[in-house]
């Protein structure tokens, strides 16, 4: 039970300090918040100007992209992780962090809480912001149904983040490949525009990872978009990829940084 207790302090002191860095550069939430009003006024006007097939109103397709942007912002706080890590790395304070009782591994897991949790409240500015500036209609009746879901969605998405940092601390790079990662996720995982779009073997690559069902869910509980599958079916897939690839990803990351004590590299950059 103590044991448990300090792990929360040590999680919890983590946080405090990236939202205290996070604090000290003034401009970036403004800055970020101006970058989703412009994407949801580019995409507003889309809807109006052109027709897309299998939605019966431009609003109907303006309500699937802005959950389609809102998640984009939690994609980017999941791959951010690897920069982080690279970011400790250089300072010289990742020796610190695994020589401490607390460990590598978890200090990692520390490190995603602030970027995950602001990614959230990020998600809820733009949704917030597509009501009341572009009209969006939110189902209200299952809205607080996506609080869970979108939960549910971070620990399907986190193993990736994980994964990029395995990736940093052998390779000593931040951001190895993310951007094309991301941009390939936006395509298959139907941020933008529905799937059925793709070519056969583009649509069969967004059902091998969590992504498309998390979109989908969240859609149908924020603004009744309907499911390809179930409810049931799409909340098990979500968490059959948290169960498979979590343990997949925190082995890689222990491995990584294994081979790197080994070497005697891991606190090179």
Same mark, same amino acid.
């Given at each position: 039970?103590?044991?448990?207790?300090?792990?929360?302090?040590?999680?919890?002191?983590?946080?405090?300090?990236?939202?205290?860095?996070?604090?000290?550069?003034?401009?970036?939430?403004?800055?970020?918040?101006?970058?989703?009003?412009?994407?949801?006024?580019?995409?507003?006007?889309?809807?109006?100007?052109?027709?897309?097939?299998?939605?019966?109103?431009?609003?109907? %397709?303006?309500?699937?992209?802005?959950?389609?942007?809102?998640?984009?912002?939690?994609?980017?706080?999941?791959?951010?992780?690897?920069?982080?890590?690279? #970011?400790?790395?250089?300072?010289?304070?990742?020796?610190?962090?695994?020589?401490?009782?607390?460990?590598?591994?978890?200090?990692?897991?520390?490190?995603?809480?602030?970027?995950?949790? %602001?990614?959230?409240?990020?998600?809820?500015?733009?949704?917030?912001?597509?009501?009341?500036?572009?009209?969006? #209609?939110?189902?209200?009746?299952?809205?607080?149904?996506?609080?869970?879901?979108?939960?549910?969605?971070?620990?399907?998405?986190?193993?990736?983040?994980?994964?990029?940092?395995?990736?940093?601390?052998?390779?000593? #790079?931040?951001?190895?490949?993310?951007?094309?990662?991301?941009?390939?996720?936006?395509?298959?995982?139907?941020? %933008?525009?529905?799937?059925?779009? @793709?070519?056969?073997?583009?649509?069969?690559?967004?059902?091998?990872?969590?992504?498309?069902?998390?979109?989908?869910? @969240?859609?149908?509980?924020?603004?009744?978009?309907?499911?390809?599958?179930?409810?049931?079916?799409?909340?098990?897939?979500?968490?059959?990829?948290?169960?498979? @690839?979590?343990?997949?990803?925190?082995?890689?990351?222990?491995?990584?940084?294994?081979?790197? #004590?080994?070497?005697?590299?891991?606190?090179? %950059?």
């Amino acid at each position: 039970m103590i044991d448990l207790r300090r792990s929360g302090l040590a999680f919890g002191a983590v946080m405090r300090r990236d939202l205290h860095v996070f604090l000290s550069y003034r401009t970036r939430i403004v800055s970020q918040v101006l970058t989703s009003v412009f994407s949801l006024t580019l995409f507003y006007y889309v809807s109006r100007l052109v027709h897309v097939s299998g939605f019966p109103s431009p609003a109907s %397709y303006f309500g699937f992209v802005v959950v389609g942007i809102a998640l984009v912002s939690v994609l980017y706080s999941c791959f951010s992780i690897s920069e982080m890590v690279r #970011q400790e790395l250089v300072a010289g304070t990742f020796e610190r962090l695994l020589l401490s009782p607390f460990g590598a591994i978890r200090s990692v897991l520390a490190m995603t809480l602030f970027p995950l949790l %602001y990614a959230f409240l990020l998600a809820a500015i733009t949704l917030g912001l597509g009501c009341a500036v572009f009209g969006l #209609q939110l189902h209200w009746s299952t809205v607080p149904l996506s609080v869970p879901a979108m939960a549910l969605a971070l620990f399907s998405f986190l193993p990736f983040g994980l994964l990029f940092a395995a990736l940093t601390v052998a390779t000593k #790079q931040g951001s190895v490949g993310t951007s094309w990662v991301i941009a390939l996720i936006s395509i298959v995982g139907g941020l %933008y525009f529905p799937i059925s779009l @793709l070519p056969e073997w583009a649509q069969t690559a967004s059902e091998l990872q969590p992504f498309t069902p998390a979109t989908e869910l @969240l859609r149908h509980l924020l603004v009744d978009s309907p499911l390809h599958t179930s409810t049931v079916t799409a909340i098990a897939k979500l968490i059959g990829f948290a169960a498979v @690839l979590l343990p997949a990803s925190l082995f890689a990351l222990h491995h990584a940084i294994r081979v790197g #004590q080994r070497r005697g590299t891991i606190i090179e %950059y």
